[in-house]
């Protein structure tokens, strides 16, 4: 099986601008969480969508936002881009089925850089 | 909420060195725990898991044991190797649903250096 994909790999953009990240995950998975990787802050979990509907959210404001497409393809928004918001953005899909240990693959992340 | 704690690093091997980095946890109910991996400039490898008191996860010559009784679930390697240097995270995901759906509650990483 394909491992799970993001597009682009590599993002530089401007302060107060917008970004979308994009994510493919495994095939047969539903659930599609995103994190957020500094060095500061370590991995921060963001979100997590289950066949469509956001289930779950991190302590993130609300300029950060997500969907999911039907086919499970799933998307990250980052409006008005501050300098902090630079950082390795990793998604991760899983199975989720009940009874599962609910693990988590990742895919290689979308280097953001704000200038 | 839950919580993580890694042993701090960095952390400096000859090869063939025993590896122990500790992993400690806090959470409610009984999640499952992890140990991710990442090299320089991908993203995180699932490296083993356990999902109840006991169990114990084995990857590569990695292994930790679910030890519920003190909340840890330690990595251990007999002999590492070169290739083995990287950045080990200890990861849980609560099983009770609502606020746990999705998520995984990681350790700060521990940066780990093998010089042959």
């Known amino acids: 099986k394909a491992g799970v994909t993001q597009t682009p790999r590599y993002l530089i953009k401007t302060r107060g601008q917008q970004v979308t990240l994009s994510c493919s995950p495994i095939?047969?998975?539903?659930?599609v969480s995103w994190y957020q990787q500094t060095p500061g802050q370590g991995l921060q979990f963001l979100f997590e969508?289950?066949?469509?509907?956001?289930?779950n959210k991190g302590n993130f404001p609300g300029r950060f936002s997500g969907r999911q497409f039907s086919n499970s393809r799933s998307e990250m928004n980052v409006s008005t881009l501050e300098l902090g918001d630079s950082a390795l953005y990793l998604c991760?899909?899983?199975?989720?089925?009940?009874?599962?240990?609910?693990?988590?693959?990742f895919g290689p992340g979308t280097r953001l850089t704000v200038t | 909420g839950d919580s993580v704690t890694q042993m701090e690093g960095p952390v400096t091997l000859s090869e063939e060195a025993f590896l122990t980095i500790n992993c400690t946890y806090t959470?409610?109910?009984?999640?499952?725990l992890f140990w991710y991996v990442q090299y320089p400039g991908e993203g995180l490898q699932l490296l083993l898991k356990?999902?109840?008191?006991?169990d114990k996860g084995s990857n590569k010559g990695f292994e930790a044991t679910y030890r519920k009784e003190t909340t840890s679930f330690h990595l251990e390697k007999g002999s590492v190797q070169v290739s083995d240097s990287a950045v080990y995270f200890c990861?849980?995901?609560?099983?009770?649903?609502?606020?746990?759906?999705?998520?995984?509650?990681f350790g700060q990483g521990t940066i780990l250096t093998v010089h042959p």
């Open positions: 991760a899909s899983s199975s989720s089925l009940g009874g599962g240990s609910y693990e988590q693959y």
């Open positions: 095939s047969g998975h539903r659930s």
């Open positions: 969508y289950f066949s469509e509907t956001q289930r």
């Open positions: 959470a409610t109910g009984y999640p499952s």
């Open positions: 356990a999902t109840k008191a006991d």
């Open positions: 990861a849980l995901i609560s099983l009770q649903g609502g606020t746990s759906y999705g998520k995984l509650t």
